[in-house]
Each structure stands twice: as structure tokens, then as C-alpha cells.
């Protein structure tokens, strides 16, 4: 299992930019972000392949970017257009499969960084 360690939440206004940054211990085949608001399931924000291949949620395809830094092992998370529903805490994660979508398919979770999206 590699050890992940998200940096880059905090406060931000609606409409704003925000960018978060997880850095691996070691290379896994696609590493992605989640995000778990309080009360509510951990969803799929988005996901990037070691060749750069992505997926992301089609609430926040358009507003977010998801890279990838083969060299140092660490992906970044650009938000922009920031909107109140996107406040969560926001969890990176790695697997060996290609882009899945669903928690139970990455074995290596970060503590996860808080997001809050308020005026």
C-alpha cells in the first residue's frame, strides 16, 4: 500500500479557485480524488491513469482539472468555479485498476483535506 497526504483545502467563496495536492510514497496505476460531505456517501470527484488518462464526475466536469506528476508521485486537484455543494472533505486515493469509479476499488486512502465553499 502506498501512503498518501493531501494539502490545499480550506475557505474559499463561491465562484473561486482552489487547488489540492496529494503526494504518494510510491507509483500506483491511477490515483484519484473523492470527496465526503457530512451526512452523505464518499462520491467520485476524478481519476487519472499513469499514462494521463482521466474521468471525472459529471458534476464537476468543466470547473475541475485533475494532473499528474509521474516523477514526484503526486496529482493535483484545480477546482474552479467553486459552488457551496462542492464543500466536502476531499480524500485521495490510489488503485491498480483503470479509472474506476467506486471506493472499495482503491486500497490506499489519505486522511483527507477540508473544502468549504461559503461567502
Known amino acids: 500500500q502506498v501512503q498518501l497526504v493531501e494539502s490545499g483545502g480550506g475557505l474559499v467563496q463561491p465562484g473561486g479557485s482552489l487547488t ?40 464537476v466536469k468543466g470547473r475541475f482539472t485533475i494532473s499528474r506528476d509521474n516523477g514526484e508521485n503526486t496529482i493535483d486537484l484545480q477546482m474552479n468555479s467553486l459552488k457551496s455543494e462542492d464543500t466536502a472533505v476531499y480524500y485521495c486515493a490510489g488503485s491498480w485498476g483503470r479509472l474506476p469509479i467506486a471506493p472499495p476499488a482503491y486500497g490506499s486512502w489519505g486522511q483527507g483535506t477540508q473544502v468549504t465553499v461559503s461567502s
Open 20 to 59: 489540492l495536492s496529494c503526494a504518494a510514497s510510491g507509483s500506483v496505476f491511477t490515483m484519484a480524488w473523492f470527496r465526503q460531505a457530512p451526512g452523505e456517501e464518499r462520491e467520485f470527484v476524478a481519476a487519472i491513469t499513469w499514462s494521463r488518462d482521466t474521468n471525472y464526475s459529471e458534476s
